[in-house]
C-alpha cells in the first residue's frame, strides 16, 4: 500500500481549509481517495478536488472566505 507524504496532507488540508472551510476529514475521504489527488501539488489537489465535488457552488455547508 502507498502511503501519503504527511507534508503534502498536511498542506493540502491547508489548501482545503483556505478554500472550502474544510480539511479531508470532514470531507470524509480515506487514504485510497486521497492517492487518487496525491500525484498533483497540494493547492493544485484542492482546487481539483473542489471542482470534482463542486463544493465552489455548495455554501450551503460551510461559510465561504471573504473575497
Same mark, same amino acid.
Do not use: C, N
Given at each position: 500500500?502507498?502511503?501519503? =507524504?504527511?507534508?503534502?496532507?498536511?498542506? /493540502? +488540508?491547508?489548501?482545503? /481549509?483556505?478554500? /472550502?472551510?474544510?480539511?479531508?476529514?470532514?470531507?470524509?475521504? +480515506?487514504?485510497?481517495?486521497?492517492?487518487? %489527488?496525491? =500525484?498533483?501539488?497540494?493547492?493544485?489537489?484542492?482546487?481539483?478536488?473542489?471542482? +470534482? %465535488? +463542486?463544493?465552489?457552488?455548495? =455554501?450551503?455547508?460551510?461559510?465561504?472566505?471573504?473575497?
Amino acid at each position: 500500500m502507498t502511503l501519503l =507524504d504527511p507534508a503534502w496532507l498536511k498542506t /493540502f +488540508d491547508a489548501e482545503m /481549509f483556505r478554500e /472550502f472551510g474544510i480539511d479531508h476529514t470532514d470531507a470524509g475521504w +480515506d487514504v485510497e481517495t486521497l492517492l487518487s %489527488y496525491a =500525484d498533483l501539488p497540494p493547492s493544485e489537489a484542492a482546487l481539483a478536488f473542489g471542482r +470534482d %465535488y +463542486d463544493l465552489q457552488f455548495d =455554501d450551503a455547508l460551510w461559510q465561504r472566505r471573504p473575497g
